[in-house]
Structures are given as C-alpha cells and as structure tokens.
C-alpha cells in the first residue's frame, strides 16, 4: 500500500472507531441520516485556508464540525515549535488524537511520551489528557470527539 493510500485507509478507520461513519451514514451510500440528505457536496470537506481559526499556539481547522453530525467531529490542529494549543486538561467525552506531522508530546494522567507521526493516542473520558509540540517543526495532528450537547 502506498502512503497516500494507507493515509486513506488510516483515516477511514479513525473516523469508523470514532462513530463518524455509521451504517445508515453517507458512507454507505444511503444518502440519508435522520431526515438530513446527504451529497458529495455536503459531504466532502476539502482544506480550505480561508476557514482556519487561529489559536494561541497555531491554527485549528474544522473537517467535521460540530454541527454537521450529532455531535462527531473531525479537526486538524497544526501546533508551533515548542507550544501547546492548552494545558492538559479533563472533559467528559472520550478523544482520539492522531499525529500527521511532526513529534508529540503526549499526557495522560500525569504521565507523558514523546511519538512521531502515525500514532495514535485514545483519551479516555474524565482522563487528565493534553497533546504539545516538543520539536523544532510544526506539529500537525487531528483530534476526533463527539460533543455532548451541553458542550456543542
């Protein structure tokens, strides 16, 4: 499997175990979920510099957003050399980050491990969690979450 093609396939299989793709869902090719019709229009997001918003720390953008499904998303974080986007942090929902680019500095309860691209790292809920960039190069990574919707 080529790169692009296994980039592909990592990245179908992030959004299934993260509920992003569902039977029923675009995916399958029924065109409808929840009264919602969906097309390849509405369906594909490609990136699209206009619609980045800024953080502290780099720039965030929305494949998925909030609102598109129940609640699942899809963002691509791109964090500067030696920054993070916040510090570690709990939440009820559970979070799935994956490193596209560059290394990451990965916590979880208090514990911490450096990582290169093609990791992935599962946040438990209510767990203690962050993600930083220790390296010289700009960290990219996305983060796959489904909002409850006190939080959305």
């Given at each position: 499997m080529g790169i692009y093609a296994s980039r592909r396939f990592i990245l179908v299989v992030l959004a299934v175990a993260a509920g992003a793709l569902t039977p029923g869902s675009a995916w399958t090719g029924a065109g409808e979920t929840g009264?919602?019709?969906?097309?390849?229009?509405?369906?594909v997001n490609t990136f699209d510099p206009a619609?980045?918003?800024?953080?502290?720390?780099?720039?965030?953008?929305?494949?998925?957003?909030?609102?598109?499904?129940?609640?699942?998303?899809?963002?691509?974080?791109?964090?500067?050399?030696?920054?993070?986007?916040?510090p570690p942090h709990r939440h009820a929902?559970?979070?799935?980050f994956f490193v596209l680019e560059g290394t990451?500095?990965?916590?979880?309860?208090?514990?911490?491990?450096?990582?290169?691209?093609?990791?992935?790292?599962y946040c438990p809920p209510d767990s203690l969690h962050g993600i930083r960039n220790p390296g010289d190069t700009e960290l990219r990574y996305l983060v796959i979450k489904k909002y409850s919707p006190a939080s959305r």
């Open positions: 009264g919602r019709r969906f097309t390849l229009g509405t369906c619609r980045v918003e800024s953080t502290a720390a780099g720039y965030q953008y929305w494949f998925v957003g909030k609102d598109f499904l129940d609640g699942r998303t899809v963002k691509m974080t791109v964090v500067r050399p030696h920054e993070a986007t916040h929902e559970d979070e799935i990451a500095e990965l916590i979880l309860n208090g514990e911490t491990k450096r990582v290169p691209a093609y990791t992935s790292f």
